[in-house]
């Protein structure tokens, strides 16, 4: 198995976007795995992942959103995007993907989004799901738990036009502040994970778990609102296969709630192969859990059984 490839995509307005690749040892790869990374993270957070897919014949690709990792520098610094940031993204998504699937003529492409990545791959499989054999939601919730869409779109709206879409908002600490209540109190990103090695990893990462700017929070809570909208529902192609994976422990699906939301609307849309497993006591990143060689060995059979 090759190391991780780092590189850079050049986006139509000149954002350099960071791009990770991992490919197998020898021969073409079974399927390309595109990994949309969650909120205040990167895409070098999922090298073990990548790793353990790339031994098993799959090509991956991951990149760094704009605001994120390495690609933050060239968007303004962490947090901070330009105007209409989620649309550039999926953009960015979308180029990174031709891309790498220029380079491997033929070979199925297979979108997995973590968390709000989860929302941007929703997003892409709306716009692009044509391109896709294969869609996986971790980490995934219909919208953000307690969420009213109005009154938070005027909020930072409003945030926006008083200090400018850089200033640093507190819109993600305040939606988030409860997730930790439920677990023990240690460094107060216990809800990450049951691994305190991965905890420690994440709160000592300089490139996790920082604000989001008013601009990139206001774009979020938008996309919601398009993503879950039943005019753009119903683009999603009925043939594409979706397996959701979370962790029964995960506050951000409020007890399951949000998760059997987001089912139903993929069985009244039609989908025809959807799938779905919550692990009992895993929390949010279920691919940093105690138990993520059970989650990896089941994503790579859903993998082997649909590519």
Not at 87 to 99: P, Q, T
Not at 153 to 164: F, I, N, P, T, Y
Not at 196 to 215: I, K, L, M, T
Not at 232 to 250: F, K
Request: contains cysteine; proline residues 6%.
């Amino acid at each position: 198995m090759q190391a991780l490839q780092q590189d850079f995509h050049q986006a139509p307005d000149g954002a350099r976007i960071a791009t990770y690749t991992w490919l197998p040892e020898s021969g073409l790869p079974r399927a390309l795995v595109q990994i949309a990374h969650g909120a205040a993270e990167h895409g070098r957070r999922y090298d073990r992942f990548a790793r353990f897919l790339a031994g098993h014949g799959y090509g991956v690709i991951a990149s760094d959103h704009r605001g994120h990792g390495a690609t933050a520098p060239s968007t303004g610094g962490r947090g901070v995007v330009g105007e209409d940031a989620w649309r550039a993204i999926v953009s960015d998504l979308k180029g990174i993907g031709n891309h790498v699937a220029a380079a491997h003529p033929g070979v199925p492409l297979v979108l997995l989004g973590h968390s709000m990545g989860s929302m941007l791959a929703r997003d892409y499989a709306q716009e692009y799901g044509a391109d896709l054999a294969g869609l996986i939601l971790s980490g995934t919730f219909r919208t953000l738990p307690g969420l009213d869409i109005e009154s938070a779109v005027a909020d930072l709206e409003r945030e926006s036009a008083e200090h400018g879409r850089t200033a640093p908002s507190s819109f993600i600490p305040r939606t988030f502040s409860s997730f930790n209540d439920a677990f023990p109190h240690r460094t107060g990103y216990e809800w990450l994970s049951r691994d305190p090695a991965e905890v420690d990893a994440y709160v000592a990462d300089e490139d996790c778990g920082f604000p989001f700017s008013a601009g990139l929070a206001l774009d979020w809570v938008r996309a919601i609102r398009k993503i879950n909208d039943p005019e753009n529902l119903a683009r999603i192609p009925r043939g594409l296969p979706v397996h959701v994976a979370v962790g029964e422990l995960d506050p951000c699906h409020q007890g399951l709630t949000l998760i059997h939301e987001l089912l139903e609307d993929f069985r009244y849309l039609g989908i025809r192969e959807l799938t779905w497993r919550a692990y009992p006591d895993a929390r949010h990143e279920i691919l940093n859990e105690t138990n993520r060689d059970e989650v990896q060995q089941d994503l790579l059979s859903w993998l082997d059984k649909h590519v």
